[in-house]
């Protein structure tokens, strides 16, 4: 029994049983196949998470962001004048994180590539983009930089999911996207 | 030599050091209250989170978040292990408990650290959630409270393996220590990695709090601090696969298929697990998809191929000692005739089939590379974790305790009745929870979210209408959940104020493990064909519904915007 030394005094020498053995075999390669279809993924999927990210202080974040936001600000929304931002296809776009907003709207165009930028000027917040449902963590000091594809058009909430505060619930953005 | 210091287990015929014996009383009892205490946190958290209900005010929503997350996942869970540590060295080899007084000063440490940081919790000043990722800062007396805390345990580990010495030099056992041992061992292992992750990273966290040193990289502080969060996952889990194993061995005289199998699944759990860290890091800046992709598949999943094996041994062990008894008819006679009334026995059957199906398979799902990127903070986090942890682990950890509480505190249970259905009651009511919590985070929602309405938010969002169906069975499913807590509290707690004492002579009139199995099933195996076909079966569609759902993601994924 399990709760008393092994009966068998050698039981390293005992022989597998055959059900043991194949289950083995089995859950092993199994293993492997979902290994292998992380990486296949990185060759063949389309969603795949980007590496590029830069050490970054928050106020130059902020400079750059209000920068794109000066250039391409086509509207403001809501009765706090959010800036809607209506950049270039193709070309780097800023969204920053701070307590407890999402600044500022983009409004980006179905079909096209753009470079998105995140990153927090304070404490850490969660990107996730609903309902196509993406979901990446942002961080103070740190600018992740995704190219990302809009295949919807309509208009997607960027939800806050890491706790940042009391203000937590009331973190939320978002992206417009436009047909062309 | 039945002196003082020992007596001999009736029901067992085991030498029970009384020291040992007192101390894992006094554990399991911090435990209970722990669990008691966090367990009201979470159904108020669930009723909050139940938008037709929506309980507490916010700033008591991520308070009471706060606690539940270490009064359930830290104290009770660990002050559990603490005793279980002390079982499976102390009683199961017939010794002595190393150091005794040193053991009550770290069971002191432990309970002040946990006090201390109930405390700084329920102040308001630290609801940061049980995580607490820098930047956000808590009162220094949080991180002080949980470093005690960790030394505490940490100090009961080691008397565990001064325990394990004290009983190879007095040999107290013959030949190898019992299975059940060697998984509280690699537990211990891998606790020590642990609490050591733990300290450095919650000392400089606590200095910092005290403006005694800059800032600390929120990276770091994530990998470091989940080095100790994921890890001690596995300790969880390597002492609750040991359970099942006691469990099985205890009411049904099950012996392990193979000893060499087992034993080295418990093995894999200590090469792998430490890579673990990565499951929490998978959409965070910075990190090469190379390191993800090793460490969070545990270099090939071979620690999930420990957690596999131990998927069929166990049921096979218990269909093997089953058939040994005579109920050989169908596929799964040996499992209708299983003691379901019994609630050691229904508790730890459970807790098997819901860590592997709901916690298990969602844990892989969660922790795939690119999978995480549709499911990182969403609600399927704590859904897939209360599958594993409450579903898994603290059922098993109740359906002991229906054996430790005439074992250890000799007294007999209670309320029968209500201890008959009390883990079916939890046990279902967690499996809710686990699978509305994970369809409500398939469809997006937030975790650790006061408002999924986003009423009082300048832009709004709208979840789709079947998430707050699912928020809602959450909440009834919560109920029941914590129906069945209290019911194992009352239970109990009751049985050990107020159960009859079971002295010797009682004992022997009424034993609690049915005459042994033991002698029916001691060697069977190994030169014969092992009959097992139910738990083929079983595990057949446990592989089959892995595979599925693991596509099924991936066909999620696939719809989401391009990125890369
Ligand atoms: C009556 C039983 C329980 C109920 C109803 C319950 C319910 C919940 C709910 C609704 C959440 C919040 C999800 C969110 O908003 O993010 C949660 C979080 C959590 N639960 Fe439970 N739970 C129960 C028992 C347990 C037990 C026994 C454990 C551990 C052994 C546990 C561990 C946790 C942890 C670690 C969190 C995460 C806290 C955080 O996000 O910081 N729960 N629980
Ligand atoms: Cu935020
Ligand atoms: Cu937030």
């Not at chain 2, 399991?28 to 958290?45: K, P």
């Not at chain 2, 053991?103 to 006090?115: E, I, N, Y």
């Not at chain 2, 010495?165 to 292992?189: D, H, K, M, N, W």
């Amino acid at each position: 029994m399990a709760i008393f030394p092994p009966e068998n005094r050698v039981w390293w020498n005992e022989p597998l049983h055959r059900p043991e053995i194949i289950w083995i075999t089995v859950a092993f390669l199994w293993g492997l196949v979902m290994f292998f279809t992380m990486i296949y993924w990185h060759f063949s999927g389309q969603q795949n998470l980007s590496n590029e990210a830069y050490r970054i202080f928050p106020e130059v974040y902020a400079e750059r962001t209000e920068a794109m936001a000066e250039k391409y600000t086509v509207r403001t929304e809501t009765n706090l004048d959010i800036p809607v931002v209506h950049p270039k296809p193709g070309t780097d776009v800023y969204m920053l994180a701070r307590l407890w907003e999402w600044w500022p709207i983009l409004e980006l165009e179905k079909g096209q590539e753009y470079r998105l930028h995140l990153s927090s000027l304070d404490w850490q917040h969660g990107f996730s983009l609903q309902p196509t449902n993406i979901n990446v963590q942002v961080h103070p000091g740190y600018e992740m930089v995704m190219t990302i594809t809009p295949t919807q058009a309509g208009e997607f909430g960027v939800v806050c999911n890491e706790f940042c505060g009391i203000g937590h619930h009331t973190m939320v953005g978002k992206i417009i996207v436009v047909d062309k | 030599m039945a002196n003082e210091l020992f007596r001999i287990c009736p029901d067992t015929g085991f030498k029970i050091d009384r020291n040992a014996e007192k101390l894992i009383k006094a554990n399991a009892v911090v435990a209970i209250v722990f669990l008691a205490v966090g367990g009201l946190f979470g159904l108020l958290v669930a009723l909050t989170r139940w938008p037709a209900v929506h309980l507490l005010p916010a700033e008591w929503f991520y308070l009471a978040l706060t606690a539940h997350g270490a009064d359930v996942l830290l104290f009770w869970i660990v002050f559990f292990e603490i005793a279980m540590l002390y079982f499976t060295s102390s009683v199961l080899l017939n010794c002595r408990l190393a150091t005794p007084k040193l053991a009550w000063g770290a069971f002191w440490l432990m309970l002040l650290g946990a006090v201390i940081a109930n405390v700084a919790v329920l102040q308001g000043e630290s609801s940061v959630m049980f995580t607490s990722y820098v930047p956000m800062q808590a009162a220094p007396h949080f991180y002080l409270g949980l470093i005690l805390f960790a030394v505490g345990a940490l100090v009961a580990v080691f008397i565990f393996f001064g325990t394990l010495v004290t009983a190879r030099e007095e040999r107290t056992y013959q030949g190898s220590v019992p299975l059940v041992t060697f998984g509280a061992i690699t537990a211990a292992i891998i606790a020590v990695f642990t609490l050591a992750s733990g300290a450095i990273i919650l000392v400089p966290t606590f200095l910092w709090s005290l403006g005694l040193i800059g800032d600390i990289d929120p990276v770091t502080y994530k990998i470091v601090w989940w080095a100790m969060g994921h890890s001690s996952q596995q300790i969880n889990v390597s002492v609750h696969v040991a359970i099942w194993y006691a469990i099985a061995a205890m009411l049904l005289g099950a012996k392990p298929l193979s000893e060499k199998v087992s034993r080295f699944a418990f093995l894999m759990y200590i090469m792998f697990l430490q890579l673990a860290s990565a499951h929490h890091l998978l959409v965070e800046p910075g990190i090469s998809s190379e390191w993800k992709i090793f460490n969070t598949s545990y270099a090939l999943y071979l620690a999930v191929l420990g957690s596999l094996i131990h998927g069929m041994s166990v049921p096979g062990a218990i269909e093997a000692a089953q058939r040994r008894r005579g109920f050989t008819s169908g596929m799964f006679e040996w499992l209708r005739k299983a003691p379901w009334g019994n609630p050691a026995f229904s508790g730890m059957f459970m807790s098997l089939v819901f860590f592997g199906f709901i916690g298990g398979i969602s844990g892989v799902v969660l922790g795939t590379e690119q999978l995480n990127i549709i499911m990182h903070n969403t609600l399927y986090v704590p859904g897939h974790f209360h599958g594993t942890v409450v579903a898994g682990t603290t059922l098993a950890f109740m359906a002991i305790t229906y054996l430790v509480v005439p074992l250890i505190f000799r007294r007999d249970i209670i309320l029968p009745g209500l201890a008959r259905w009390q883990p079916y009651l939890f046990g279902i009511g967690v499996a809710g929870i686990s699978l509305f919590m994970m369809g409500a985070g398939t469809l997006g929602v937030s975790r650790r979210h006061w408002d999924m309405t986003f009423t009082d938010a300048a832009i709004g969002f709208e979840y789709p209408p079947a998430a707050f169906l699912m928020m809602g069975l959450n909440g009834i499913f919560a109920i029941m959940a914590a129906v069945g807590g209290l019911a194992f509290v009352v239970v109990i707690v009751g049985s050990v104020l107020f159960g009859t004492r079971r002295d010797d002579a009682y004992s022997k009139a009424h034993p609690v493990l049915p005459p042994a199995g033991a002698v029916a099933v001691s060697t069977y195996g190994n030169e014969e064909a092992l009959k097992i076909p139910g738990t083929i079966m079983l595990v057949t569609i446990f592989f089959a519904a892995f595979v599925l759902y693991y596509f099924v993601n991936w066909k999620y994924l696939s719809e989401v915007w391009p990125l890369s």
